[in-house]
């Protein structure tokens, strides 16, 4: 018992002795055989290290015959012949350790099958097989180490069928048919720091393969990277995913999925839900380089939070084909080739909190044909829009978003209708702050436009509501309506500091109620070549020019002020049938001008004080000036300077107007008022 071994325990042949009675016994050619002793096809009961090669087999390599063992191959190849068979074959077994393997040349290089659980692969290597390494039938517990696997075809580097708890971890697959590491109907599997490269998939999960948890690994250079199919409640955590010819990340007809912190580079599309994956969870991921960088297809009810995408080439994140009751929140998408956030056919998801900066060629944010979305909270900056709804975008809300340096618009909506626009900030950008295109029933409200060429434009836009939103110091106009914009409520909204505070042209049919036009270098309301207007209670102050209608007719401006303009505060030019009523002009150059040839306009109880001239009529055919009042101006209360069978031999008709208190005289010509 020197040697240190129990009473009763069976001494072992030492390894040398036992080569040579193998040698002795048999006449086996060296070709197929290990001088430990196994040959091709020779099944393993006890621990084993090979010392040589094994093969060319016409059959099968090793069957591991017991469970316990321990094979070291010590770096030694097993090879086949046909391409057919196992290198090494583990069925219905446990504890098993495999190590040091080299297997080519088989239809598997190394099997696992048939219930057999908690067995140990390290350091193998399986090139050249149709399968790498396979686990089927029910194995779990299973764990693979530093194995590698390269150009097993036509199929996979790692595969996995109907098995389950099993572990590969460190692994290499490269090269392969199909899959680096592939997954059918197996759950609960870990797959970590694993690499796999130049495949035609990184990692593939599919058939109902739930509850796997893939972390850590990386896939360069596949046609995808990682891809899950039909399968459920799978964590894929800091994964990357690198130069892949079509998708980094693929999800398609799968949910509650959970992709986390994962990193998408160079790939056609970064990561994407495709197919009716629903319920998953997408956050902390970045994606960059790509030409794609987030897409979700035909998919709902997914959340997309604190992602990043940047410097794709043409969009960060896409929600297209009927995708629904998505939500993206806090995400960023800088420098993309063309947009920011594209809504495409999919409605009634939300976007919040999300941050588009810098995309160039399109829009931060973008919604075609999308509807009954809600975008809140958002902000794009130094793209050519920072919003755009069209192709009829309708019922959506957009509400506290901003849109800064946009190249062309802030927010542009066209051919859309039923859009809600509420508290949303367009700053300083290059053509229009808020754009509205053919579009109809828009409620803009607590809006506010700074420091673009227009606030706020309305062109062939119709029955929409502005309400209580500001344009300040915009360089063309604060508000600008055009190009039959007809039937638009426009009401407390403020316009200061702009080159002109309310431009309206080629409309009918609108109402401005209690606007404020203040301190704007041109003017303060101007109406052109429009009619049917209702204009009331508004006030334009220390603008240029207060209110101004030309070539326009049948409006009802009533009970607006007025005052401290450094022009006129109302004037009317080549305009007709037009009635001015119970408004105040103070302090202003002229208070009301009737000029160039205006014909059959009603002025009445007007009120004209402390400006320069109160009532200005020149060139004018047929207006009834009546009942107003004109008191305290420092030059003339009422001028009319036309001539015809009117009052006083003007062309116009006056009654009942008053005048007193002015500087040089009540009327010119006199008699025009009463004093």
């Known amino acids: 018992m020197g040697l240190g071994m129990r009473r009763g325990a069976a001494p072992?042949?030492?390894?040398?002795?036992?080569?040579?009675?193998?040698?002795?016994?048999?006449?086996?050619?060296?070709?197929?055989?290990?001088?430990?002793?196994?040959?091709?096809?020779?099944?393993?009961?006890?621990?084993?290290?090979?010392?040589?090669?094994?093969?060319?087999?016409?059959?099968?390599?090793?069957?591991?015959?017991?469970?316990g063992v321990r094979v070291n191959c010590a770096g030694h190849a097993i090879s086949g012949s046909s391409g057919k068979y196992v290198g090494i074959n583990v069925a219905n077994r446990t504890n098993v350790t495999v190590e040091n393997c080299v297997v080519t040349g088989f239809s598997y290089g190394f099997l696992v099958k048939q219930n057999s659980h908690n067995n140990t692969f390290v350091a193998n290597t399986a090139r050249g097989n149709g399968y790498g390494f396979a686990l089927s039938g029910a194995s779990y517990g299973n764990r693979l180490r530093w194995n590698i696997a390269n150009e097993n075809t036509p199929y996979d580097g790692f595969?996995?069928?109907?098995?389950?708890?099993?572990?590969?971890?460190?692994?290499?697959a490269n090269n392969n048919g199909r899959a680096g590491y592939i997954l059918f109907s197996s759950s609960r599997n870990i797959l970590s720091i694993n690499t796999a490269l130049d495949n035609t998939f990184g990692t593939y999960l599919s058939d109902s393969s739930s509850h796997n948890n893939v972390t850590r690994n990386a896939a360069n250079g596949n046609r995808y990277g990682f891809a899950i199919r039909n399968s459920s409640d799978s964590n894929l955590i800091q994964d990357s995913a690198s130069e892949n010819n079509t998708f980094g990340f693929i999800v398609s007809g799968s949910s509650r999925n959970i992709l986390s912190i994962n990193t998408a580079l160079e790939n056609t599309v970064g990561i994407a839900l495709l197919d009716s994956s629903s319920y998953n969870n997408v956050t902390g991921n970045a994606a960059g380089g790509n030409r794609y960088g987030f897409t979700i297809h035909n998919s709902s009810d997914s959340n997309l939070v604190q992602d990043s995408m940047s410097e794709n080439d043409?969009?960060?994140?896409?929600?297209?084909?009927?995708?629904?009751?998505n939500t993206l929140a806090r995400n960023s998408a800088n420098a993309e080739g063309w947009t920011g956030f594209l809504l495409r056919d999919s409605d009634n998801n939300t976007l919040e909190g999300n941050v588009a900066n810098n995309n160039t060629h399109e829009a931060g944010f973008h919604l075609v044909r999308s509807s009954s979305n809600i975008i809140v909270g958002n902000s794009a900056s130094g793209g050519a829009y920072g919003f755009v709804l069209e192709n009829s975008s309708d019922r959506n809300r957009l509400e506290d978003n901003s849109a800064t340096q946009s190249?062309?618009?802030?927010?542009?909506?066209?051919?859309?209708s039923a859009d809600t626009i509420v508290g949303n900030i367009a700053a300083e950008s290059a053509l229009g702050g808020f754009v509205f295109n053919d579009s109809s029933s828009i409620f803009l409200s607590e809006n506010s436009a700074e420091a673009n060429f227009f606030g706020f434009v309305l062109n062939g836009t119709s029955g929409t509501v502005l309400s209580n939103n500001s344009a300040f110091g915009n360089t063309a106009a604060g508000f600008f309506l055009f190009r039959q914009s007809n039937y638009n409520n426009v009401s407390s909204n403020?316009?200061?500091?702009?080159?002109?505070?309310?431009?309206?042209?080629?409309?009918?049919?609108?109402?401005?109620?209690?606007n404020a036009a203040n301190l704007n270098?041109?003017?303060?309301?101007?109406?052109?070549?429009?009619?049917?207007?209702?204009?009331?209670?508004?006030?334009?102050?220390?603008?240029?020019?207060?209110?101004?209608?030309?070539?326009s007719s049948a409006n009802l401006l009533a009970n607006n002020t007025a005052v401290g303009n450094y022009g006129d505060g109302f004037g009317l030019g080549n305009s007709t049938?037009?009635?001015?009523?119970?408004?105040?002009?103070?302090?202003?150059?002229?208070?009301?001008v009737v000029s160039e040839d205006s014909r059959e306009n009603l002025l009445e109880r007007n009120i004209a004080e402390m400006n320069k001239y109160g009532f200005y009529v020149n060139a004018a055919i047929g207006n009834i000036i009546n009942a107003n009042t004109s008191n305290d101006n420092t030059s003339v209360?009422?001028?009319?300077?036309?001539?015809?069978?009117?009052?006083?031999?003007?062309?116009?008709?006056?009654?009942?107007?008053?005048c007193n208190g002015n500087g040089t005289a009540g009327s010119d010509p006199t008699g025009l008022c009463v004093e």
Do not use: E
């Not at 091709?40 to 010392?51: A, F, Q, R, W």
């Not at 049938?577 to 408004?583: A, D, H």
């Open 494 to 514: 403020r316009a200061t500091a702009n080159g002109n505070g309310f431009i309206l042209d080629s409309a009918k049919g609108n109402g401005l109620w209690a």
């Open 577 to 592: 049938r037009n009635t001015l009523s119970g408004n105040n002009a103070t302090h202003d150059w002229r208070g009301y």
């Open 521 to 551: 270098s041109g003017y303060g309301f101007y109406l052109y070549n429009s009619s049917g207007f209702t204009v009331a209670r508004n006030l334009a102050s220390q603008d240029l020019y207060g209110f101004a209608l030309r070539s």
């Open 637 to 658: 209360g009422f001028v009319d300077t036309s001539t015809g069978n009117g009052t006083m031999d003007t062309a116009n008709s006056y009654s009942g107007d008053v």
């Open 407 to 416: 190249s062309v618009h802030g927010f542009h909506i066209g051919d859309s």
């Open 314 to 325: 043409t969009f960060g994140f896409a929600i297209t084909s009927s995708s629904a009751n």
């Open 12 to 67: 072992k042949v030492p390894s040398l002795i036992f080569i040579a009675l193998i040698a002795i016994g048999t006449t086996l050619a060296p070709a197929i055989q290990g001088i430990d002793g196994s040959t091709c096809g020779s099944t393993i009961v006890s621990d084993t290290v090979l010392s040589a090669d094994i093969g060319p087999c016409p059959r099968n390599g090793l069957i591991i015959g017991a469970d």
């Open 159 to 172: 595969y996995m069928r109907n098995s389950s708890g099993n572990l590969l971890q460190n692994n290499t």
